[in-house]
């Protein structure tokens, strides 16, 4: 099927069909004798594949390494385990750093309730921001 018929059935524009074969996500399709892409049906499964994999968080670098692994004959379940668990620790991760941040935001908060702009200090920029000196 030509380049259009495929985005037409995927709901991707040819342009990102381009990008996904020149990052290696598709492979070359064979041309027809007139010099147009002719990409075979089980493309669909592939493409449907990689906006799954996008949806669970996965890069294109990741997901390529999938498919690479699979284009070579080897179940990729235990690779894409690996990534999953460390896409779950990184999001732990940053969403302990967002709690503090939190934390910060709502200790500034309180101090900018209290604040009276009239008594800050021309020689700084901001009470609220500055932390109090004991």
């Known amino acids: 099927m030509r380049i259009g018929d495929l985005g037409a059935r995927t ?4 342009k990102t069909l381009r990008f996904y074969e020149d990052s290696g996500l598709l492979p070359p399709p064979p041309r027809t004798p007139s010099g147009y892409r002719d990409y075979p049906e089980h493309v669909i499964t592939r493409l449907a594949f990689v906006r799954d ?7 294109l670098a990741e997901i390529r390494s999938i498919l690479a692994l699979r284009d070579d004959g ?3 379940c235990a690779h ?3 990534l999953i668990h460390e896409h779950l620790d990184d999001i732990d991760r940053r969403m302990t750093e967002l709690a503090a941040t939190r934390d910060a935001l709502r200790t500034l908060a309180d101090r900018a309730a209290t604040t009276d702009p ?3 200090d021309a020689d700084g920029i901001c009470t609220i921001l ?3 000196q004991p």
């Open 11 to 14: 709901g991707l524009t040819t």
């Open 53 to 59: 994999a996008q949806r669970a968080g996965l890069t």
């Open 74 to 76: 080897h179940a990729p």
């Open 80 to 82: 894409v385990t690996g």
């Open 118 to 120: 009239a008594a800050c």
């Open 130 to 132: 500055t932390p109090v």
